[in-house]
């Protein structure tokens, strides 16, 4: 899926075409040499910083407007070119420059006839169960991690709705876009207990649908139990709420919060937990046999 182009080079004509200039060109310039160590958002500020100083523009060092203005700069950047969060040995984050971002290729939103025909073959809105054949509800290809959150076209992450369910869900996803680059940032995370925890975070303690936790936990490698890997988050001082909604005759719909959370250690999560549960269960066999 990724585009093989190669990147622009920094100030160059291609990046006057595609409208990056300013700032935006500032931070992909830096991006761009950087791409092998990777800056902190820390060090991209200072660096545009230190830019404008140089140009002679009027800045504000401190200003937190200021701050949260380079933070959309870099966002917008996201739509053309695919940026995503990498951690090296200091465990801080980093923003690295990958390549094309597939939305700039212009096929990457077609989904081919082939894979609309397989989600749509159960006939079946996975929301709320209505079909076609007895209920003339519409079928639309659905993605469960939304497009501007980087969910992909692959099969795994397109469902079956109905045009009810899938405007409701768009109403609900869309009061989360403000936190549309954490969630991205979730998503790139290797370990599926830190996708599932880093999502939790993104939203803020808000209620997150199963679905989307589902699809998140999954994202780079499917998960059979991602509610194992999710209630493992216990062992690391983190509190998860559940709640279930739904009336009769309709398809039961769970979500999660987390209540309270932690800061996560950056080694393996999996390995953390695995020595827990052996722990505990050699404490159980030695309870038993004492
Ligand atoms: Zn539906």
Known sequence: MTDPRPLPLPDSEELDALGVTGDHRTIYNFLYERRELPPTMKEIRKHVRERKASLGDSIDPEGDG?????????RDLHKKFDIRVVK????QSRHKLFGWADRTNPNAHVINRRVRFEVLQSGRC???GRTAEHDGVKLVVDHVIPQAWNGSNDISNLQPLCED????????????DRFAEEIR?????????????MLLLAFQGEWVPSELLAAVASAKQ?????????????YFGWDIKSKREGTRG?????????ASTTSLPSTSLAEITRRIEGERASAKKASRTS
């Open 66 to 74: 200021e701050a949260a203005q380079l933070d959309r700069r870099k």
């Open 185 to 197: 940032d979730a998503i790139n995370y290797d370990e599926p207990h830190r996708r599932i925890a």
């Open 222 to 234: 499917y998960q059979e139990d991602w509610q194992k890997r999710m209630r493992e988050l216990r």
């Open 88 to 91: 090296l040995g200091d465990g």
């Open 165 to 176: 369910c899938n405007s409701g869900k768009k109403d609900y996803y869309g009061q989360f």
């Open 250 to 258: 309709e398809r039961v719909r769970v979500f999660y919060r987390a």
């Open 126 to 128: 996975n929301k709320c």
